[in-house]
């Protein structure tokens, strides 16, 4: 009777460039002792040519600040804008706040449409086309009319464009990172907070010099160089990884196995089925219904309320950019130590962060603003770093795309309704700002307690 055959250990080489690794398996043949003719060879690419957290996927990090710099520093100098659309058509507070919102919206509510494209076609032609669409309206808006205008052109078209861009470049440092996913998700996302530094001055000086139509045709010439930066985005490499933990020389072809993913079967909705993750998008949503009417409207209250000079108001979004800069930071580097909890810490920084919003009523000064500039940037830039970290721990590794996408569609969402009700509600107190950051304030805490219970709830699971 013949035995089924058995196979020897595996040999492991490499080609002449060392570019990949081959495990090569032989058989015997059990009766006859003779070497059977078959021999399967596994190619695993070498890990020092393209492994997650090391080599090139620190280009993919350093391709993500860049276009985190471009997508959030403009959006978040609407705030610089907001006073001279107003002064050259005319319109109210609350119509006019719907540019900043709809550029908002669209681009995070874009997120699971783009988290779908990404999934069917790859980051890298997601992300180009992106940064095309975005430079097309940017431009175009230096031909605007009215209000409508830059609602369609700068809110829909552009706002599209950088969700296209920021969806991929989130993905692609997730995907290419594992333990050192942390630092990698911090330091790209630290492109925001710089970009929020340098396109505010950069805005600022593009008004004095050549009035806001110059503006934007200077600055969509600068959002089309994400084409250049979405080119570096490629697909991750395929992990392979040993059942026995042994040690891979000893491994057999069984044993190993290889991390693929198919792009059909990648976008799956069954992640609702996680209660955890429903309650981190909500808290998301109210921490983001809170902090974006904030800082949107900090600059006007400056001017209108407290009677500060021009220069003097614009400096707060500066401070509040060095700032959130340094919250970016400090989140990258606290964040996935072994003494910290990372959802402890984020309930923690929200909920410093709305009571410092609630509180900055009682800052009429130069120094108490400055104060409360440093508060509030640095818990929104610890927020947004922590956020994609945390939701990561919260789902499978194969739900990365879809639950991103979801991610950032409870921000815009958050964007769209809070901007305009807050320019609604400061037109319906006659230009009174009090109950605006004290509702801000209210609903980041609150989203802060849903984090908390998130917390609780595996601190005592696991007892």
Not at 450 to 460: A, D, M, P, R
């Amino acid at each position: 009777m013949r035995m089924p055959n058995k196979k020897k250990q595996p040999d492991f080489g490499k080609d002449g460039g060392g570019n990949e690794r081959f495990v090569q398996f032989q058989y015997d043949d059990a009766d006859q002792g003779e070497e059977c003719d078959r021999t399967d060879t596994v190619v695993v690419r070498n890990r020092k040519a393209d492994a997650v957290d090391q080599g090139y996927a620190w280009v993919i990090c350093f391709a993500a600040c860049f276009l985190y710099a471009a997508t959030d520093g403009i959006c978040f100098s609407m705030g610089l804008l907001f006073p001279v659309f107003m002064e050259k058509f005319g319109e109210l507070a609350g119509f006019t706040s719907w540019i900043s919102s709809v550029l908002l919206g669209s681009m995070m509510l874009s997120g699971p449409f783009v988290s779908y494209l990404v999934t069917q076609f790859g980051a890298r032609p997601v992300c180009m086309l992106g940064a095309i669409l975005a430079a097309a309206g940017t431009t175009a808006s230096m031909m605007a009319t009215g209000v409508w205008y830059l609602i369609g052109s700068l809110g829909f078209v552009t706002g599209f464009g950088f969700g296209c861009m920021m969806i991929p470049a989130l993905v692609s440092v997730t995907v290419w990172f594992d333990k050192r996913r942390p630092l990698a998700v911090g330091i790209a996302i630290c492109g925001a907070g710089t970009g929020m530094f340098l396109y505010s001055s950069i805005v600022r000086f593009l008004l004095e010099h050549y009035d806001f139509h110059g503006c934007f045709l200077i600055l969509g010439a600068i959002v089309l160089h994400g084409c250049v930066f979405g080119l570096l985005l490629r697909p991750p490499p395929p992990r392979p990884t040993y059942n026995d933990t042994s040690s891979s020389a000893n491994a057999t072809k069984s044993d190993i196995e290889f991390e693929t993913q198919s792009p059909q079967n990648k976008f799956d909705v069954a992640i609702f089925r996680n209660w955890k993750y429903d309650a981190f998008l909500l808290s998301c949503f109210l921490f983001s219904l809170g902090f974006f009417p904030v800082f949107m409207f900090v600059t006007s209250r400056a001017l209108k309320e407290l009677e500060w000079g021009e220069d003097e108001a614009a400096f707060l979004l500066t401070a509040i950019s060095i700032a959130n800069i340094c919250g970016r930071l400090l989140c990258a580097i606290s964040l996935g130590r072994s003494f910290i909890n990372n959802i402890a810490a984020l309930a923690f920084v929200m909920m410093l962060g709305g009571v410092t919003v609630a509180l900055s009523m009682i800052c009429n000064g130069y120094h108490t603003m400055m104060v409360f500039c440093a508060f509030y940037g640095l818990s929104g830039g610890f927020m947004f770093v922590g956020l994609p970290i945390v939701m990561a721990e919260l789902i499978l590794p194969q739900h990365v795309e879809i639950a991103s996408g979801f991610f950032v569609f409870s921000v815009g969402m958050a964007a769209l309704l809070g901007i305009p009700t807050a320019g609604v509600l400061v037109d319906k107190t006659s230009g009174n700002f009090t109950l605006l950051f004290l509702m801000a304030g209210s609903t980041i805490s609150v989203g802060a307690l849903i984090l908390l219970g998130i917390f609780l709830v595996n601190k005592f699971s696991k007892r």
